[in-house]
């Protein structure tokens, strides 16, 4: 294992896409940012150095940060923000992890321009568990709005509903052919006859999960999340932001161009836009000129290709890689995730009431302080630790709502001891719309036992778990009126953030906070704080 030093410069940039220029807040001047490569082992030091007006966090999307909530990012949760003309040095080292995550902002949405691929290769030596590819190309997807983020979030913070809808997507920065904009190229990927390609797959939009498929080629799907899975073959994956999946490319054709699209898949009654980003699989030898050979990307609303996909991953469970599913569950836990409508006398644009988001109806109101500070100094009146660990009042959650389901504010954890095993269930509720929710936990991983539709039964559902090779990952989609049930060990002391990585529901306040306690052995406290730790 090895040392690597990364710096990384937020600075403004102009960027031109649909035919317009704005300024945005980049790493080192690219969108998308720097890819950042690392061995597993290695210890990583990012020197982050804000130059923008901006208050600014980085997160490393899916690294355990075993210990080192410190460097985990989300701002006012484990660190305050680097301010302007301050910089902060995320170390942490990288236990037991190995494939495609993705580092980015941690605050409001400055994601939407701040993020990047994050690679971790195998230990020296060790090879990956399918032949090795030829190449490996990185492909991340993201959104693109004309307008400022800023006004895109002052929006969503209103309460209006059905706001900030993306004006294109993008893939590798590109948002491919646009009507009337015919100054802009798609992204290009090369490829020989005969050879296989890694696609290391990245959903860094902000507000929309992505079908990806291309056009005369099949994906092999071999690993998500940073975790291995069993290969499977399939036209179409789906991909929610803060997800990553790596799949196997065999170039088969002679020539040619061949579409490579992302699409949205929505499929709740809220309408997104239905742009779709192309790029192109580009075999060497093919004249520029050609025409390229289409796809048609499945439509907004296609649940049963999204299912297919999502219910074919499974752990590769091998003798080197098995699952550690827990078997035994300490704490069984159920949480109600959705949307709902509250009063807000002085909203305007909402009437009198605004869009709120909630688990178990706690809608999260972000602290001043941080919290792993906060824990860790003692600090009191900044988090309560009552966070309901099952939902206030039981409903019908996938029918008719009851009409007075109001959600109460509050900075509220919910407190594991060292060690303990979990299961969660988190159902999604109607109360405005049924809708997807990819939730995010920081800090773990964790097995998906169970998915199913409707409302969960705790009797009969559990008993189709399955507790010998579920797929393992840092970010599941609760599915449209249905369910989830995740298990992980909570072995990583501090406090970890969990909430849906759809940054509009984030803002109504879809999160929560897990707060672990130290352990008594060697090895098993939170570190003490850096010394350049920033300030509040
Ligand atoms: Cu990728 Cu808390 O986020």
Redesign the pocket.
């Known amino acids: 294992c090895r040392v690597r030093h990364y710096k990384f410069n937020v600075v403004m940039k102009n960027s031109t896409k649909l035919c317009s220029t704005k300024p945005i807040v980049t790493v080192n001047g690219q969108f998308p940012g720097p890819t950042l490569y690392a061995r597993e082992d290695d210890n990583v030091l990012v020197k982050v150095v804000n130059h923008v007006k901006y208050n600014v966090t980085i997160?490393w999307?899916g690294i355990r940060q075993l210990r080192t909530g410190w460097s985990d990012g989300?701002a006012y949760i484990t660190q305050c923000p680097i301010q302007p003309g301050q910089s902060y040095v995320y170390n942490f080292t990288i236990t037991g992890q190995r494939g495609t995550l993705l580092w980015?902002a941690?605050i409001l949405w400055l994601r939407a321009t701040v993020h990047g691929a994050l690679v971790i290769l195998p230990k020296l030596g060790v090879p990956y568990p399918f032949p090795k590819p030829h190449k490996e190309i990185v492909v991340v997807l993201a959104e693109w709005w004309k307008s400022n983020t800023e006004a895109v979030i002052n929006q969503a913070l209103k309460g209006g509903l059905a706001p900030n809808v993306s004006d294109a997507h993008t893939i590798n920065g590109h948002p491919g052919p646009v009507p009337n904009c015919s100054s802009q190229g798609g992204f290009k990927l090369p490829v020989q006859n005969g050879k296989t390609y890694l696609l290391r797959i990245i959903n860094a939009a902000l507000n929309e999960e992505l079908f990806f498929k291309i056009a005369g080629h099949q994906l092999t799907v071999v690993e998500v999340d940073a975790t291995y899975v069993k290969p499977v073959k399939l036209d179409t994956i789906v991909i929610a932001p803060?997800q990553t999946t790596n799949a196997l490319i065999t170039a088969n054709r002679n020539s040619g161009k061949y579409l490579v699209a992302a699409s949205p898949f929505m499929d709740s009654p809220i309408a997104v836009d239905n742009l779709t980003a192309t790029a192109t699989l580009h075999y060497s030898g093919t004249l520029a000129s050609a025409s390229t050979t289409l796809t048609t990307p499945p439509p907004q609303n296609a649940t049963a290709v999204a299912n297919k996909f999502i219910n074919s991953l499974r752990s590769l469970n091998s003798k080197k890689y098995p699952a550690k599913v827990p078997l035994k569950v300490d704490r069984k836990l159920f949480f109600t995730v959705g949307l709902g409508i509250n009063p807000c006398p002085t909203c305007k644009a909402g009437n009198g009431s605004r869009v709120v988001a909630s688990i178990n109806n706690v809608t999260f109101v972000m602290p001043t302080t941080a919290l792993l500070q906060a824990h860790y100094f003692n600090i009191r009146g900044v988090f309560t630790t009552n966070f309901p660990g099952n939902p206030p009042h039981l409903f019908n959650y996938t029918g008719t709502p009851p009409s007075s389901l109001q959600t109460t504010n509050g900075t509220k954890v919910y407190r594991l001891p060292y060690n303990s095993t979990v299961e969660l269930v988190m159902q999604d509720t109607g109360i405005i719309a049924p809708e997807n929710h990819p939730v995010?936990l920081?800090g773990f991983n964790f097995f998906a036992v169970g998915r199913g539709l409707g409302n969960y039964n705790p009797k009969t559902d559990p008993k189709k778990f399955n507790l010998v090779d579920p797929v393992e990952r840092n970010t599941i989609g609760v599915p449209t009126g249905g369910w989830v049930a995740i298990r992980f060990r909570a072995d990583n002391p501090g406090v970890w953030?969990m909430?849906c990585?759809l940054e509009v529901h984030t803002t109504w306040g879809l999160k929560m906070a897990f707060l672990v306690d130290n352990g008594k052995g060697p090895n098993q406290s939170l570190l003490p704080p850096p010394s350049d730790l920033p300030k509040c």
């Open positions: 997160h999307h989300p980015h941690h803060g995010h920081h953030f909430h990585h």
